[in-house]
């Protein structure tokens, strides 16, 4: 005899369908050789033995089926860990050995993460390659900011690091008064160097910098206070001025910074 189902049975019997489900994917993925891992927002696709490699580890608990893991809406994998600092985690996995690019910075967070997947060689190796790299002299970068006063001379900003000229150029993009599509090569001198002449000074005085077909770039006391600001920021300090009696360092002949 057919009856109604009443809403309780309704609730039981779709939560059941539900679980299935879930339980049915957990199962096809288990069972699949190469596995969809979302990690933090970035997907990662991979072998099931590369996650099984390290036995007693989060990744092979979960591979294995032996960790419970939640799924995301496209039934994948999901693991709120550092998605851009897993590209690591994955390489040791398949190369069994720490590989980083050149300039690496981020040995804390990456020893971290070996820690939560319980990757104890990954640990082994980041400790390893932290400690060297307290041991090892790091070079001096040197900083020098001279402005002449000349317009045949300008303002001249010196590194001997190109990625803080690099980064100095990029501020100057965003700070001119013109809609810049980069930095004006023609006051590039070399990779170290960089160098502002034939400004013209307006009526107060202020001194106008301007590029070959007379687009105005920013004045040049800006581009000064600029590469300041930028020196302080990445760690420099200033180790000496030269003629500083107007009461202000962006006012200095001379400036030298050393990091």
């Known amino acids: 005899m057919e009856r109604k189902m009443n809403r309780r049975e309704r609730e039981e019997d779709c939560e059941g369908t539900h679980n299935s489900t879930e339980e049915a994917d957990q199962g096809k993925n288990r069972k699949s050789t190469v596995l969809t891992l979302n ?5 990662y ?3 099931k033995q590369t996650l099984t490699k390290y036995p007693d580890t989060v990744l092979e608990g979960i591979a294995n089926g032996k960790i419970p893991c939640p799924f995301d809406a496209d039934g994948h994998y999901f ?11 994955l390489n040791f996995l398949r190369n069994g050995e720490l590989l980083l690019p050149e300039g690496f910075r981020e040995n804390q967070l990456l020893a971290q993460e070996a820690e939560f997947f319980q990757l104890k060689g990954l640990a082994e190796e980041v400790k390893s390659r932290w400690e060297k790299e307290q041991l090892t002299p790091r070079e001096t970068t040197f900083l020098e900011i001279t402005d002449n006063h000349d317009r045949s001379q300008g303002l001249r900003i010196f590194c001997n690091a190109p ?3 690099s980064k100095i150029k990029s ?3 965003l700070v001119s008064k013109s809609r810049l599509d980069g930095f004006p ?7 170290n160097i960089i160098q502002f002449k034939y400004f013209i ?3 107060n005085g202020t001194r106008l910098v301007l590029k070959e077909d007379n687009t105005f770039v920013c004045t040049l006391e800006t581009l000064k ?3 300041i600001m930028m020196a302080l920021k990445c760690g420099f300090r200033l180790l000496t001025s030269l003629d500083c009696s107007k009461g202000s360092i962006v006012h200095s002949d001379a400036l030298h910074f050393i990091k």
């Open 45 to 47: 696709i991979t072998q």
């Open 171 to 173: 501020r100057i993009v």
């Open 225 to 227: 206070f600029e590469a």
């Open 163 to 165: 990625d803080f000229i």
């Open 201 to 203: 000074k307006s009526e």
């Open 185 to 191: 090569e023609e006051f590039s001198i070399s990779s």
């Open 39 to 43: 990690v933090g927002g970035y997907l």
């Open 79 to 89: 693991i709120d860990r550092d998605g851009l600092l897993f590209r690591h985690v």
